[in-house]
């Protein structure tokens, strides 16, 4: 269907990504600044291959989004159920398309993609 690396790193040139490749970012409302770091990296990168494209009749997905941190997860770089749902809005998915973590660390995005299949079950009744 597609995939989906956030990254930490910001100095990759994403410029040298295949065309093919959507350029996202998610930025930190709540990020937590280390003393000597200037500029506060607030920011991720997010490189988005494949998926669905959205039909023009759905709600229209930004190409950012912004949220804060997922705080005590018991892993450093785990995302909160809010950039699990924009990365499942961006891909496309539906009920029948299988989704898996290749990164699944704490545990957060599996969760998430538990919840938000239960809230398009309903709504679809």
């Given at each position: 269907?597609?995939?989906?690396?956030?990254?930490?790193?910001?100095q990759?040139?994403?410029a040298a990504?295949?065309?093919k490749m959507s350029?996202?970012g998610?930025?930190?409302?709540?990020?937590?600044?280390?003393?000597?770091?200037?500029?506060?990296?607030?920011?991720e990168?997010?490189?988005?291959?494949?998926g669905?494209?959205?039909?023009?009749?759905s709600?229209?997905?930004?190409d950012w989004?912004?949220?804060?941190?997922?705080?005590?997860k018991g892993?450093?770089?785990?995302?909160?159920?809010t950039f699990?749902?924009?990365i499942?809005r961006v891909?496309g998915l539906?009920l029948?398309d299988?989704?898996k973590?290749?990164?699944?660390?704490?545990?957060q995005?599996?969760?998430?993609?538990r919840?938000?299949?239960?809230q398009?079950?309903?709504?679809?009744?």
């Amino acid at each position: 269907m597609g995939d989906v690396p956030s990254l930490s790193i910001p100095q990759i040139h994403l410029a040298a990504l295949p065309r093919k490749m959507s350029r996202d970012g998610m930025g930190k409302t709540d990020v937590l600044i280390q003393k000597g770091s200037n500029p506060a990296y607030a920011w991720e990168p997010v490189i988005v291959y494949g998926g669905r494209k959205v039909q023009t009749t759905s709600a229209t997905v930004r190409d950012w989004l912004a949220c804060s941190m997922a705080m005590e997860k018991g892993l450093r770089g785990a995302k909160p159920t809010t950039f699990a749902f924009w990365i499942f809005r961006v891909l496309g998915l539906q009920l029948d398309d299988e989704f898996k973590d290749l990164f699944p660390g704490s545990g957060q995005i599996d969760r998430a993609y538990r919840q938000w299949r239960g809230q398009l079950e309903l709504q679809l009744g």
